[in-house]
């Protein structure tokens, strides 16, 4: 058994027991653990030729970006550990090196320092659920807003067929057949449809089309007049690298924070809300 294959059935193992060179007496830092393990799936059985291992690498790499959708440079600077990964690359990577695709079977077989971080990052790994968690289908809701829509309104807790057809159209109960039998939605009753025993996964992109359709569907400027309706902010400036720093830390910090009040039992309710959080840079070329 090489390196590689190693690595792969030890984090393939429910006990995780992984005995990799990866590991040491001491538990790695997370960009530390991840870097070790992309190192052994890049040379595993490399050949004993310089230039024939680098290109076996370079060949592993490009690989490994078209079957997880990450940027070759971003997979080398998380090798070099130059960056931290988000929990979705994370996610990413580990479903390349293990081939699961279940992302609550695979917080079981990664590595501590791994799991902990997702858990604590991934709104989904936040709570226990019996349901599956795939990336795998949602192109299907990206390439279909009213899809994406539906699937997140079912989100919130069951919803009457007669609200989506009334919403929707019969189009919209044609989408809701087709989510159900994609095991995403399932009927509760005759005339009620929630979430089903899959879960996906949600994408950067799929968060992004997310955010875009219920912001430019529900939103609603016009009763942001008063304190207890809504909240809109926006602000722009320039700024240090610094600064900018910690703005993505106050963001994500802020939502980590909303994500654990709804996660409470006492927090459950009737109102249906959503919350989108982005902050980017403006791009100077097109």
């Given at each position: ?16 027991s ?23 799936y ?15 690498t370079?060949?592993?790499l ?10 070759v ?17 994370l996610l ?31 709104p989904?790994?936040m ?13 299907k ?76 569907q ?67 070329t097109?």
């Amino acid at each position: 058994m090489n390196e590689w294959q190693e690595l792969r059935s030890s984090l393939e193992t429910p006990k995780r027991s992984v005995n990799h060179r990866a590991r040491t007496r001491r538990s790695p830092t997370l960009m530390a653990q991840v870097a070790a393990d992309l190192t052994v799936y890049l040379t595993a059985g490399k050949e004993s030729d310089r230039h024939s291992s680098a290109t076996q690498t370079s060949r592993r790499l490009n690989f490994m970006a078209r079957k997880t959708g990450l940027h070759v440079k971003t997979l080398q600077r998380i090798l070099q550990q130059q960056t931290s990964p988000t929990a979705v690359t994370l996610l990413k990577i580990y479903r390349h090196l293990t081939g699961i695709n279940d992302d609550r079977e695979l917080l079981a077989r990664v590595p501590d320092v791994v799991r902990d971080f997702l858990k604590a990052q991934h709104p989904s790994l936040m709570v226990e659920s019996p349901r599956s968690l795939r990336e795998d289908l949602a192109e299907k809701l990206i390439a279909n807003p009213i899809a994406l829509e539906i699937y997140l309104w079912c989100g919130t807790g069951p919803v009457k067929r007669s609200s989506l057809r009334a919403r929707f159209g019969a189009y919209g109960l044609q989408v809701v057949d087709e989510l159900i039998r994609d095991r995403v939605l399932m009927a509760v009753t005759a005339h009620e449809v929630a979430w089903g025993e899959i879960e996906i996964s949600p994408t950067l992109e799929l968060l992004h089309r997310a955010g875009l359709r219920l912001a430019e569907q529900h939103a609603r400027p016009q009763l942001g007049y008063e304190t207890s309706h809504n909240h809109l902010g926006f602000f722009i400036e320039a700024l240090t690298p610094e600064a900018y720093q910690a703005w993505l830390k106050i963001d994500a910090e802020a939502f980590r924070q909303k994500v654990e009040l709804a996660q409470k039992p006492e927090s459950r309710g009737s109102i249906r809300a959503f919350t989108y959080s982005v902050i980017d840079q403006i791009s100077e070329t097109p």
